[in-house]
């Protein structure tokens, strides 16, 4: 199980943007597919993106446009670039390494996650 460590998190005004940084334990050629999650306080765990090996890409539709997904395969390392952050979008998010399937991701492992809080 691949171990996944997340970062870049913080406090940010409505409108900015973060970056989120996810390194992982061993080569994140092996899991096929990398992606993150967020919980609001409150809230169930919920989808935000995703991205494959190859790489196709998969995005929640209330980030889609905002937030971008990529992966560096030589630095073992999935980011998350946040932009036009917006109040709602203040959660814990989490990385996840698992399986993409025909545009589908599942995760198997999880980072322990990194808060995010957007001021309005």
């Known amino acids: 199980q691949v171990l996944l460590v997340e970062s870049g998190g913080g406090l940010v005004q409505a409108g900015g943007s973060l970056r989120l940084s996810c390194a992982a334990s061993?080569?994140?050629?092996?899991?096929?597919?990398m992606g993150w999650y967020r919980q609001a306080p409150g809230k169930q765990r919920e989808f935000v993106a995703a991205?494959?090996?190859?790489?196709?890409?998969n995005y929640a539709d209330s980030v889609k446009g905002r937030f971008t997904i990529s992966r560096d395969n030589a630095k073992d390392t999935v980011y998350l670039q946040m932009n036009r952050l917006k109040s709602e979008d203040t959660a814990v998010y989490y990385c996840?390494?698992?399986?993409?399937?025909?545009?589908?991701?599942?995760?198997?492992?999880w980072g322990q996650g990194t808060q995010v809080t957007v001021s309005s």
């Open positions: 996840a390494a698992g399986h993409w399937l025909g545009g589908a991701f599942r995760a198997t492992s």
């Open positions: 061993e080569s994140i050629f092996s899991p096929n597919g």
């Open positions: 991205i494959s090996r190859g790489p196709g890409t």
